[in-house]
């Protein structure tokens, strides 16, 4: 089945714990992004690639790390968390720009 | 720089068509598009836009575009219990993968 898994879908963590949340692929997709949806604001893009070793800034990439050293993942990592970061995540492919494929989500609480 | 906006509510009854509105600022925008969003679950890419058409029909989906005033409508037809839930727009500029998402539009049908 074509699809975009996260791992984990809940997480609980502490301030200045680095944690990293995963994102795969199995579609062979060249695209991949990180979004942060939070109430009020919709959906904001963290980071995007287009490609391995390929990465840019989105619109609120302060805080977060990503990489994409195979084409079928690219995890998104929080190198010192704050509770400003607490937001549900979601990471997305896709092949061309009139398709995204979106995952189920990471809700993440930073105490 | 980009925003894009929309209402946050909308209320109808079933069978009776919504309309849901969106306005975007820039002008660059090449694609236009409707995610529609489960409770609990990642966005589902509904329909998209070029910048260069005036409508696009899809079954009970109608995107209406007016580039002149920058707003984007997502008519949908006979709307049914099963059609509750948020709906986001989004832009995207040909070519740069770098995505705008509004505030969301939560619909709520009422049997």
């Known amino acids: 089945e074509a699809q975009v898994t996260q791992n984990p879908r809940y997480l609980i963590t502490v301030t200045g714990k680095k944690l990293t949340v995963t994102c795969s692929q199995n579609?062979?997709?060249?695209?991949m992004s990180w979004y942060r949806q939070d109430p009020g604001l919709g959906l904001r893009q963290i980071y995007y690639?287009?490609?391995?070793?390929?990465?840019d800034k989105g619109d609120v990439p302060e805080g977060y790390k990503v990489s994409r050293k195979e084409k079928r993942n690219f995890p998104l990592i929080l190198e010192s968390p704050s509770p400003n970061q607490t937001s549900l995540y979601f990471c997305?492919?896709?092949?061309?720009?009139?398709?995204?494929?979106f995952g189920p989500g990471t809700r993440l609480l930073v105490l | 720089g980009e925003d894009v906006e929309q209402s946050l509510f909308l209320s109808v009854r079933e069978g009776d068509s919504s309309v849901i509105n969106c306005t975007y600022t820039?002008?660059?925008?090449?694609?236009l598009y409707w995610y529609k969003q489960e409770p609990g679950a990642g966005l589902q890419l509904l329909t998209y836009?070029?910048?260069?058409?005036d409508m696009k029909q899809d079954q009970r989906l109608t995107v209406l575009l007016n580039k002149k005033d920058k707003h984007l409508s997502l008519r949908i037809a006979d709307t049914q219990t099963g059609d509750s839930a948020i709906y986001f727009c989004?832009?995207?500029?040909?070519?740069?993968?770098?995505?705008?998402f509004g505030t969301g539009t939560r619909l709520k049908v009422l049997a």
């Open positions: 989004a832009e995207a500029t040909s070519g740069t993968y770098k995505y705008i």
């Open positions: 579609m062979n997709h060249e695209y």
């Open positions: 690639s287009m490609n391995v070793e390929v990465t």
């Open positions: 997305a492919s896709g092949t061309a720009q009139e398709t995204q494929y």
């Open positions: 820039d002008s660059s925008s090449t694609y």
């Open positions: 836009i070029f910048s260069n058409m």
